[in-house]
């Protein structure tokens, strides 16, 4: 299993567009894969960018957000505003990528709302993405081509690294979807320590099953528990919870009951977490614009504390004020005591 990241970096240096030609061109075996992981650099640091210093009151309202590439910066800054959000656990966020406007998606959302940030790579993207924005970008090329996961904070960022939840490589030997994302990397969580609480923030395979993602919190916990203790903590993000839609449960059932359908709740309650006063009832994905609607909506987003409290969870929908679209997944919030 891959090592934790922990080299950090104010600026992520990026592979170049040869460099990235090549390894679509070439061999796509696992060890091609191995070498690339542990050769370019944006995939052995973390790029860390530090608040104004300031102190970290007694309650915050922590954000997750699967903000699908956020495409739509200032909108998306809109709406985490509203929400109140004073550190924000972000998913699928781009860097250099041509359907999210080449922006350093994680930096200028941070800049906008004043707050510092922690990225890391999950994929370095060797194509254009999926279907969809295939068809809008396929002759345009990505600057950069990153594409990860990260935490935002209006407070310092302290012992920042990122756990990788797998070997990776699955999505450069055979692209699981079949739908022509081709991908160096794997599934990985952000983590850093604010005000001593550490906060996680993390992205399950979408391409799996309910064991599947029972594995990735078991691997996951682990890491925390080795790299920072079993001290507080807040877990956020798209944990993939597929399998409460397959069963048609509702919100509050999903909410008494998730180890019935996706063990991964076991895990997380063995090891002392609780979500019930995390987390809203309601569903957390939307309808994207341009793609087939799958009904009925699902409950991939979720808060998991342990060792401070939360409470007034709720749910915003990712859409601005004009009524726009941002995001297949809503955002959620909890007010956490520390």
Same mark, same amino acid.
């Given at each position: 299993?891959?090592?934790?990241?922990?080299?950090?970096?104010?600026?992520?240096?990026?592979?170049?567009?040869?460099?990235?030609?090549?390894?679509?061109?070439?061999?796509?075996?696992?060890?091609?894969?191995?070498?690339?992981?542990?050769?370019w650099d944006c995939l052995t640091h973390v790029e860390v960018q530090q608040p104004a210093p300031s102190d970290v009151p007694a309650t915050v309202t922590v954000a997750a957000?699967?903000?699908?590439?956020?495409?739509?910066?200032p909108e998306s800054a809109d709406v985490l505003r509203q929400s109140g959000a004073d550190i924000v656990l972000a998913t699928e966020m781009d860097l250099g990528m041509a359907?999210?406007?080449?922006?350093?998606?994680?930096?200028?959302?941070?800049?906008?709302?004043?707050?510092?940030?922690?990225?890391?790579?999950?994929?370095?993207?060797?194509?254009?993405?999926?279907?969809?924005?295939?068809?809008?970008?396929?002759?345009?090329?990505?600057?950069?081509?990153?594409?990860?996961? #990260?935490?935002?904070?209006?407070?310092?960022?302290?012992?920042?690294?990122?756990?990788?939840?797998?070997?990776?490589?699955?999505?450069?030997?055979?692209?699981?979807?079949?739908?022509?994302?081709?991908?160096?990397?794997?599934?990985?969580?952000?983590?850093?320590?604010?005000?001593? &609480?550490?906060? &996680?923030?993390?992205?399950?395979?979408?391409?799996?099953?309910?064991?599947?993602?029972?594995?990735?919190?078991?691997?996951?916990?682990?890491?925390?528990?080795?790299?920072?203790?079993?001290?507080?903590?807040?877990?956020?993000?798209?944990?993939?919870?597929?399998?409460?839609?397959?069963?048609?449960?509702?919100?509050?059932?999903?909410?008494?009951?998730? *180890?019935?359908?996706?063990?991964?709740?076991?895990?997380?309650?063995?090891?002392? @977490?609780?979500?019930?006063? *995390?987390? #809203?009832?309601?569903?957390?994905?939307?309808?994207?614009?341009?793609?087939?609607?799958?009904?009925?909506?699902?409950?991939?987003?979720?808060?998991?504390?342990?060792?401070?409290? #939360?409470?007034?969870?709720?749910? @915003?929908? #990712?859409?601005?004020?004009?009524?726009?679209?941002?995001?297949?997944?809503?955002?959620?919030?909890?007010? &956490?005591?520390?």
């Amino acid at each position: 299993m891959r090592d934790p990241v922990r080299q950090i970096t104010p600026s992520l240096p990026t592979p170049s567009q040869e460099a990235r030609k090549e390894a679509a061109s070439g061999s796509r075996s696992l060890q091609t894969h191995a070498n690339l992981l542990s050769s370019w650099d944006c995939l052995t640091h973390v790029e860390v960018q530090q608040p104004a210093p300031s102190d970290v009151p007694a309650t915050v309202t922590v954000a997750a957000w699967n903000i699908e590439r956020c495409k739509r910066v200032p909108e998306s800054a809109d709406v985490l505003r509203q929400s109140g959000a004073d550190i924000v656990l972000a998913t699928e966020m781009d860097l250099g990528m041509a359907r999210s406007g080449q922006h350093h998606t994680t930096r200028d959302l941070a800049e906008a709302l004043g707050m510092g940030h922690a990225f890391g790579v999950e994929f370095v993207e060797l194509g254009t993405g999926d279907p969809y924005e295939t068809s809008l970008f396929a002759e345009m090329p990505n600057d950069h081509g990153l594409h990860g996961n #990260a935490i935002l904070s209006r407070y310092p960022l302290e012992n920042v690294s990122l756990l990788p939840l797998d070997d990776g490589g699955r999505w450069f030997t055979d692209s699981p979807k079949n739908d022509g994302q081709f991908r160096i990397g794997g599934r990985m969580a952000m983590a850093a320590q604010i005000g001593g &609480v550490t906060f &996680v923030s993390v992205h399950y395979e979408s391409v799996s099953d309910a064991q599947g993602r029972a594995d990735q919190t078991r691997r996951m916990l682990d890491l925390i528990q080795a790299e920072y203790g079993h001290g507080p903590c807040v877990i956020g993000g798209d944990l993939n919870t597929a399998a409460f839609s397959d069963r048609r449960m509702s919100g509050a059932e999903i909410l008494a009951n998730p *180890a019935s359908s996706e063990p991964s709740f076991t895990a997380f309650h063995d090891a002392g @977490f609780v979500w019930q006063s *995390a987390n #809203a009832p309601g569903m957390t994905t939307r309808a994207a614009p341009g793609r087939p609607v799958r009904y009925p909506l699902k409950k991939l987003d979720w808060l998991f504390v342990r060792g401070v409290s #939360a409470s007034d969870p709720a749910i @915003f929908p #990712a859409v601005c004020e004009r009524g726009d679209y941002l995001s297949d997944h809503e955002p959620i919030t909890a007010k &956490v005591a520390l």
